[in-house]
């Protein structure tokens, strides 16, 4: 087992998984989301995709058990395990520049995008896209409506996830920078979260 990795507040990491590895994703404090994305290590052309998982799950939030599937709908992940209530939207996309300049910042504000980008540099990567992240934690509540809003995580201190990797393949996390909006909690201060290769 690996040793208990950092994810520092505001920052990206990533990690390669070989068939049959796990990684598990704790939410050290309980309120933050941490935006997930999976990308196949021989060709990162081929990546987890939302919007391929949604109708091959029949729901909007994998939970324990489910295989994650990519853009060429076959499993790079299975969700082994998970100690939350099982919020993790699929629906956001990935905070940007563009998002943060929308809410009124005049400066540049940390970003889960540019988090992904960095992560997978630091191992020596570079992605040629940035897909819709499976957003761990996140709660984005669906009326019957179809109305959405933004929940705050319903996970609690130490709650994990334990991924386990499907094919040779790259996990990349971002501990979402979002201070402007209640995702990480109520107090908007986002937190560091750890993670750990089984
Ligand atoms: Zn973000």
Redo the contacts with the bound molecule.
């Keep these: 087992m690996g040793e208990l990795m950092l994810l520092p507040a505001r920052r990206g990491r990533a990690q390669r998984l070989n068939k049959g590895q796990s990684i598990k994703i704790v939410n050290t404090h309980g309120n933050q989301?941490v935006?997930t994305w999976c990308f196949n290590a021989e060709d990162l052309g081929e990546f987890m995709s939302m919007e391929h998982l949604r109708p091959t799950l029949g729901r909007i939030w994998p939970q324990k058990g489910d295989a994650l599937i990519t853009n060429r709908r076959r499993p790079i992940l299975t969700m082994v395990e998970d100690t939350s209530p099982g919020r993790h939207d699929t629906l956001i996309a990935?905070?940007d520049v563009h998002r943060y300049a929308q809410l009124g910042c005049k400066e540049y504000h940390d970003?889960?995008t540019d988090n992904l980008r960095a992560g997978m540099r630091q191992i020596g990567l570079a992605v040629p896209e940035v897909p819709a992240p499976l957003n761990m934690w996140m709660n984005i509540p669906v009326s019957t409506g179809g109305e959405t809003s933004w929940g705050t995580p319903l996970s609690k201190a130490g709650d994990y996830v334990v991924l386990r990797a499907e094919l040779d393949c790259i996990v990349a996390m971002?501990a979402?920078?979002?201070d402007m909006v209640p995702i990480n909690g109520k107090d908007c201060i986002p937190t560091e979260a750890h993670y750990q290769v089984l």
Excluded: K, Y
């Design positions: 989301v935006d990935a905070c970003n889960c971002s979402c920078p979002q």
